[in-house]
């Protein structure tokens, strides 16, 4: 069930690359499960070997994924190799010494420390986990636990029937259980990863993938109330390209869309990572500073103005671009963006009226 759910995910829900190899990682699973039966019904070795491989492959395409989802670095080699020594050695000792001791040792020893890899490169660096996240983290911390006391209670087996009883219990008891418990939570995290992206594009503008509208306003009311609780300045900028139309006219609706990216892209990189920069319509542009005066933030966008004309672009001329500026700061009797904007707006028509190019600062700020 759980393979089929992620095949659906990964189908209909952006065909992330993670996604895809946790449905390969349970599908592996349901076959070690299904060779596991084989074996023991039919006391074949041939099918313990193939039950102990993919269990290694149903473990190593986990650990990919999950660091694939994180944006890690992944080494197929770094899997790979050891993997292949681990499964010739399951072969050896199977298929040659029959070995119960080192096939009881080996495998779970293996896939506990593929665990303990997966459980690390879950955690977040640069934020805390999300709820789904600490399932998952939680299931693979006790899977990979199991893992290590079948390896351990393999060392109290003397015969094919002595000492066995620790072994069955963990493995019939534990391991379905915690097993489950590993698909579902990963099924979350799938969901919560779609929730997220749902939520981020509801307030992300699809072309220049800075805040719409509506990111903009949510994201104002939190900085505007953070610096009437701090006492500390903010400043709205609104700006626009000049002459946007007809450059739309002359060069297309794709020269337009790129000088729009090109515009938004140099507005993200001339600002600090705590401002926010949000596209309000059209080629209209809005961005929030903070920790900064009316003064400080035309400072910021005069450089900007500056950079507009060399921006290099697909389809653009060098120097065709303009851009002008309406700054206002945040006053005391500000509660909303909307009594900002109409100010910023005043103060880029001031702009607009005294020839366009150029950073305009509201006489009210």
Not at 7 to 13: D, E, K, M, R, V
Not at 129 to 146: D, H, Q, R, V
């Amino acid at each position: 069930m759980t393979t089929i759910a992620l095949a659906i995910a990964f189908a209909h829900f952006g065909r992330q690359r993670h996604v895809l190899t946790w449905t390969a990682s349970y599908g592996a699973g349901v076959l070690q499960w299904l060779a596991n039966a084989g074996g023991f019904f039919l006391q074949s070795a041939a099918m313990f070997i193939v039950t102990g491989i993919t269990l290694i492959v149903s473990a190593s395409l986990l650990a990919i994924g999950i660091r694939q989802r994180s944006g890690r670095p992944v080494n197929i080699m770094a899997f790979a190799a050891p993997a292949a020594v681990v499964c010739v050695a399951i072969a050896v000792a199977i298929g040659v010494f029959g070995n119960q001791i080192m096939q009881g040792m080996i495998i779970p020893a293996y896939v506990g420390l593929l665990l303990l890899v997966s459980a690390a490169s879950l955690w977040p660096l640069d934020r805390a986990m999300t709820p789904p996240e600490k399932a998952l983290f939680a299931c693979l911390i006790l899977f990979a636990l199991c893992q290590l006391a079948l390896a351990v209670s393999a060392t109290f087996i003397r015969s094919a029937t002595e000492g066995k009883d620790l072994y069955r219990n963990i493995l019939s008891l534990g391991m379905p259980t915690i097993y489950v418990g590993t698909a579902i939570s990963a099924v979350l995290v799938v969901a919560g990863d779609l929730a997220q992206q749902l939520r981020s594009q509801m307030r992300h503008d699809s072309l220049t993938e800075v805040l719409n509208r509506r990111g903009l306003e949510e994201a104002a009311a939190q900085a505007i109330a953070q610096a009437r609780r701090h006492d500390r300045p903010l400043s709205l900028v609104i700006c626009d390209l000049d002459g946007f139309k007809a450059l739309n006219d002359t060069y297309g609706h794709i020269a337009g869309d790129h000088a729009l990216k090109g515009f938004a892209r140099l507005l993200t990189l001339a600002v600090r990572r705590g401002d926010i920069v949000g596209r309000m319509g059209g080629d209209e542009f809005g961005l929030l500073l903070q920790d900064s005066d009316a003064q400080a933030a035309a400072d910021v966008m005069e450089r900007v103005r500056l950079e507009v004309a060399h921006l290099s672009l697909p389809r653009v001329p060098d120097g065709t671009l303009r851009a002008s500026f309406g700054v206002a700061a945040l006053l005391a009797d500000d509660r909303t963006l909307e009594d900002m904007v109409h100010r910023a707006d005043a103060a880029l028509y001031t702009a607009k009226k005294l020839g366009k190019n150029r950073v305009s600062i509201a006489s009210a700020a």
